[in-house]
């Protein structure tokens, strides 16, 4: 999967769920797809804070309108704050459910800013 030019393709919509993709491929192919719509990355225990993180810093996530973590539960409540502040206004769509350590606080917080949620 890493030697696969995703710079140069036009790639909208990423189904990786339940995949067992390391950390660092997870992290070379989301930093390199330049204007993913979709994205669709549940069930996979590599997808950390580590991997959200460089791809809310050096990825694209400007075009992503829906992601799907389902049951990602190596992603962190702080992590998810960060990245649900600056994509809100522009997801249609969001998946969390089986993420067993997100608070009502964290609910409260994020739902008034999810907007656009079909």
């Not at 189904?15 to 192919?29: G, H, K, W």
């Not at 539960?73 to 089986?98: C, T, V, W, Y």
Request: with cysteine; proline share 4%.
């Amino acid at each position: 999967m890493m030697a696969v030019e995703w710079e140069k393709a036009s790639l909208l919509e990423l189904d990786i769920t339940a995949t067992e993709l390391s950390t660092e491929c997870l992290i070379n192919v989301l930093y390199r797809i330049p204007s993913l719509r979709y994205l669709s990355a549940g069930q996979l225990d590599c997808f950390t804070d580590v991997v959200l993180k460089e791809y809310m810093e050096n990825g694209n996530p400007k075009s992503l309108i829906a992601i799907d973590l389902d049951r990602n539960e190596n992603l962190s409540e702080d992590i998810l704050l960060r990245f649900l502040k600056m994509q809100a206004p522009m997801l249609r769509g969001l998946q969390l459910s089986g993420i067993p350590h997100l608070t009502e606080t964290f609910w409260t917080t994020v739902l008034p800013s999810l907007r656009n949620i079909k």
